[in-house]
């Protein structure tokens, strides 16, 4: 690592600002697909109707429901919080289970692990005190794992590229 740390801040994003769009398994065909949320105007973001599509078999599918279930279980694989269809950007270390929604959080992740200096978003400007940074665990934040949780990352981004 060259003597000038790669200085982050902390973007104040939560998990809700990568829920526009989630790369899961196909529940038919394993392959990559898409929940994209479905725009409606009488609802708020985070409860608007999703759809799940695969581009590979046809697969469609929709949510329409109300209630949401955020955050990776503890024990099995991640899952989407809508159609809990097995999440695509998710690996096991030896340190735990890494995930992500889409690239772009996958991309935070990166930017985050790969920083020898992260600036904390002040948390009195916004009132938001737990960003989705701040949750990240400790193993990978850690500079010690930064090595492997970056080659972890490469792989993730690497099986959408060639997948997609």
């Known amino acids: 690592m060259s003597g000038t740390p790669v200085r ?11 829920l526009d769009s989630i790369l899961v398994h196909c529940p038919r ?3 990559i697909a898409r929940v994209l949320r479905q725009p409606h105007p009488d609802v708020r973001p985070l ?23 955020l955050g990776a279980r503890q024990r099995g694989p991640a899952e989407d919080p809508y159609l809990r269809a097995r999440l695509w950007l998710q690996r096991e270390t030896r340190h735990g289970r890494l995930w992500a929604y889409d690239l ?3 991309d935070l992740i990166r930017r985050c692990a790969a920083a020898g200096l992260r600036e904390r978003a002040p948390w009195y400007d916004t009132g938001q005190k737990m960003t989705l940074v701040a949750r990240l665990p400790a193993w990978i ?6 090595d ?10 690497e099986s959408v590229l060639t997948e997609g």
């Open 8 to 18: 982050f801040g902390d973007p104040r994003c939560t998990e809700y600002d990568f």
């Open 29 to 31: 065909c394993d392959r």
């Open 47 to 69: 409860f608007a109707p999703r759809r799940l599509v695969c581009r590979s078999c046809g697969l469609a599918r929709t949510w329409a429901g109300r209630g949401i279930g």
């Open 104 to 106: 772009r959080h996958l």
């Open 141 to 146: 934040k850690s500079a010690k794992n930064r």
């Open 148 to 157: 492997e949780v970056l080659r972890t990352v490469d792989r993730l981004r």
